[in-house]
C-alpha cells in the first residue's frame, strides 16, 4: 500500500506562484510514476502533470504547459508540482497519484487526500 500526503497548497494572487510537495511512504519510491491532478466541484479530476518512474518523461496538461513544472527528488520520496503564472482557472483541489512502473500518463493507482489551491483575481 502507498500512502501519499500533498502539502503546499494555499491562497495566491493571479500571476503569483506555489510548490506543492507530496511525500509518498513505499520503498520503492523510484519504482512509481507520479502524477498531479486536480477537481473542482461538479467536474471531473483531471490530469495536470506527471512524470515517469524513469523520471526521464514529463507529460503536462495543455492549460498549464509553461507555467507548471513537475519535478522528483527520489532521495526524499517527494514529487514537486511548482506552479507559476498562477490564474484564476487554476484554482482546485490538487491530487498527488502514483502508478507503479507507468510513465507520466499512468494509469495511477494510489492517491493522496488533496490539498487547496484558490488563485484569487
Known amino acids: 500500500q502507498v500512502q501519499l500526503v500533498e502539502s503546499g497548497g494555499g491562497l495566491v494572487q493571479a500571476g503569483g506562484s506555489l510548490r506543492l510537495s507530496c511525500v509518498a511512504s513505499?520503498?520503492?519510491?523510484?519504482?512509481?510514476?507520479m502524477g498531479w491532478f486536480r477537481q473542482t466541484p461538479g467536474k471531473e479530476r483531471e490530469f495536470v502533470a506527471g512524470?515517469?518512474?524513469?523520471?526521464?518523461?514529463?507529460y503536462y496538461a495543455d492549460s498549464v504547459k509553461g507555467r507548471f513544472t513537475i519535478s522528483r527528488d527520489n532521495s526524499r520520496n517527494t514529487v514537486f508540482l511548482q506552479m507559476n503564472s498562477l490564474k484564476p482557472e487554476d484554482t482546485a483541489v490538487y491530487y498527488c497519484a502514483a502508478g507503479l512502473y507507468r510513465n507520466g500518463l499512468g494509469p495511477y493507482d494510489y492517491w493522496g487526500q488533496g490539498t487547496q489551491v484558490t488563485v484569487s483575481s
Open positions: 512524470i515517469g518512474w524513469s523520471s526521464s518523461s514529463t
Open positions: 513505499v520503498r520503492t519510491f523510484s519504482s512509481y510514476a
